[in-house]
């Protein structure tokens, strides 16, 4: 359609921390080989869906392994990438580094749905409470980890500038746990009705994202495509 905005969300593809076995969020590690690999098909598939003569704009997180796909992305498209620190992953505070299995032993997950028994005159069959504040604001045990709040809160900061400028195709390059609240953002989720949500994101893939000329919806059109790596 006609004067349909496009944006496309990709996470960074395999870098150093994850063939390492290393917790990432802001431990600066690069991409592999493999990684710069997949940046290039990344780049690729996007010339692909965006028209030539469109003129496209890219920003990242100011993360290295985020910046190199970037630049290997902006190249193709003929621009510079921008860099927005707001879009860097979430924080995992004194594990960020160590070995992943040092965080799974101390880790400590996020409050589950309560049930909610019905009273003896309610045919309902009870319900499940959705403690939204209580996700939010867990930490995982981590000393000096993000919460999901703080994470959203900068996410959801640097996606409102980027969406205020008036570009048909925009290319946001990130990280799998920011990635859900980039989305949150586009669809207009309050940031308070995010502590469940989870839109599921390999390394390397692309999140495609519209809005329409005539009513202004925006939809999740493409989630988490990875058809471009031509891995299995």
């Known amino acids: ?37 997949q940046a290039r098909s990344i780049a690729a598939e ?12 890219v920003f990242t997180s100011d993360l290295a392994r985020t910046r190199e796909t970037a630049e290997v992305v902006a190249e193709a498209l003929g621009t510079r990438a921008e860099v927005a620190a707001g879009l860097r992953e979430k924080s995992y505070g004194v594990a960020e580094g160590r070995e992943q299995a040092w965080l799974d032993e101390r880790f400590v997950f996020p409050p589950k ?13 009870g319900e499940r409470m959705l403690d939204h504040q209580a996700r939010l604001d867990h930490d995982e045990g981590i000393e000096g980890a993000e919460t999901r709040r703080e994470l959203g809160a900068r996410v959801y900061a640097a996606m409102d500038e980027i969406l205020a400028r008036p570009a048909g195709h ?9 990635h859900t609240f980039v989305i949150g953002r586009w669809l207009e989720l ?21 809005e329409d000329a005539v009513f202004g919806n925006r939809t999740l059109r493409r989630l988490a495509d990875v058809d471009h790596l031509g891995e299995s």
């Open 1 to 37: 359609m006609a004067g349909t905005r496009t944006l496309y969300v990709v996470t960074h593809p395999e870098s150093r921390h994850h063939v390492e076995g290393r917790v990432g969020g802001w431990f600066d590690s690069p991409l592999t080989e493999r990684g710069r690999s």
């Open 46 to 57: 996007l010339r692909r869906r965006i028209p030539t003569d469109a003129s496209a704009e």
């Open 113 to 125: 749905p309560v049930d909610v028994s019905p009273k003896p005159d309610d045919v309902s069959g």
């Open 170 to 178: 925009q290319v946001v390059v990130t990280h799998g746990f920011a």
């Open 190 to 210: 309050p940031l308070e009705a995010m502590g469940w949500a989870a839109f599921a994101a390999r390394s390397g893939c692309i999140t495609e994202l519209t």
